[in-house]
């Protein structure tokens, strides 16, 4: 029904989410953790996005890369796996990451995504061989650019560092919140230490 909004970023929303307004509607669009922190209020952009009805809901999830629509899709079909738990797998990782490590078999990469077990992560790679193969793009291939490299490892460092921060005590939309604030600054993190010590110093101040 709605494949595509291009607007004005009006609102920033905790855990993550954003209103963004266009002829004069604004849309409400869950996003995965690493397109949600490219988003900058008051600019704008294009998310391509997902329409869910449910039978108590109406909810619209939002891609900044049109490939993330694509998977998250796929994951849905799959018995067992919401649109939260899609969410998470591409909050950890992108979309071509997530894509090769099916394709390697690699359960190890998959059980690091909160929530994630074993079981889970086995089944997993059973059915998502056969959906992410169905998806044309790029010519039928997933290749890691440097863009997308460097997106897939800010985005493992992300649910690192808020895998960590909810194991000290924080809830998880604050420290959603934080890690967003802390990256709001302009500086980049290599690694998960980084980028944990700066959104800490932003706990402080809360």
């Given at each position: 029904?709605?494949?595509?909004?291009?607007?004005?970023?009006?609102?920033?929303?905790?855990?993550?989410a954003?209103?963004?307004?266009?002829?004069?509607?604004?849309?409400?669009?869950?996003?995965?953790?690493?397109?949600?922190?490219?988003?900058?209020?008051?600019?704008?952009?294009?998310?391509?996005?997902?329409?869910?009805v449910?039978?108590?809901?109406?909810?619209?999830?939002?891609?900044?890369?049109?490939?993330?629509?694509?998977?998250?899709?796929?994951?849905?079909?799959?018995n067992?796996?919401?649109?939260?738990?899609?969410?998470?797998?591409?909050?950890?990782m992108?979309?071509a990451?997530?894509?090769?490590?099916?394709?390697?078999?690699?359960?190890?990469a998959?059980?690091?995504?909160?929530?994630?077990?074993?079981?889970?992560?086995?089944?997993?790679?059973?059915?998502?061989?056969?959906?992410?193969?169905?998806?044309?793009?790029?010519?039928?291939t997933?290749?890691?650019?440097?863009?997308?490299?460097?997106?897939?490892?800010?985005?493992?460092?992300?649910?690192?560092?808020?895998?960590?921060?909810?194991?000290?005590?924080?809830?998880?939309?604050?420290?959603?919140?934080?890690?967003?604030?802390?990256?709001?600054?302009?500086?980049?993190?290599?690694?998960?230490?980084?980028?944990?010590?700066?959104?800490?110093?932003?706990?402080?101040?809360?």
């Amino acid at each position: 029904m709605i494949g595509l909004i291009t607007g004005q970023v009006q609102y920033l929303m905790a855990p993550t989410a954003c209103i963004m307004t266009t002829s004069g509607v604004g849309y409400d669009i869950e996003l995965p953790l690493p397109s949600f922190c490219q988003l900058q209020l008051n600019e704008q952009a294009s998310i391509w996005t997902h329409f869910h009805v449910r039978e108590d809901a109406q909810l619209l999830y939002g891609f900044i890369d049109r490939k993330e629509r694509d998977v998250f899709r796929q994951l849905i079909k799959i018995n067992g796996v919401g649109a939260k738990m899609a969410l998470a797998m591409l909050s950890a990782m992108s979309a071509a990451e997530l894509k090769m490590h099916v394709e390697q078999e690699s359960e190890t990469a998959l059980t690091r995504i909160p929530g994630i077990g074993k079981k889970t992560a086995q089944r997993l790679l059973i059915e998502l061989k056969d959906k992410l193969k169905n998806i044309d793009v790029d010519n039928g291939t997933f290749e890691l650019t440097p863009q997308e490299t460097t997106i897939s490892h800010e985005g493992s460092i992300i649910a690192e560092v808020e895998g960590a921060l909810i194991s000290l005590g924080y809830k998880e939309k604050e420290a959603q919140l934080a890690i967003k604030a802390a990256k709001s600054k302009g500086d980049t993190f290599a690694d998960t230490q980084g980028l944990l010590k700066a959104t800490l110093q932003q706990l402080s101040g809360f």
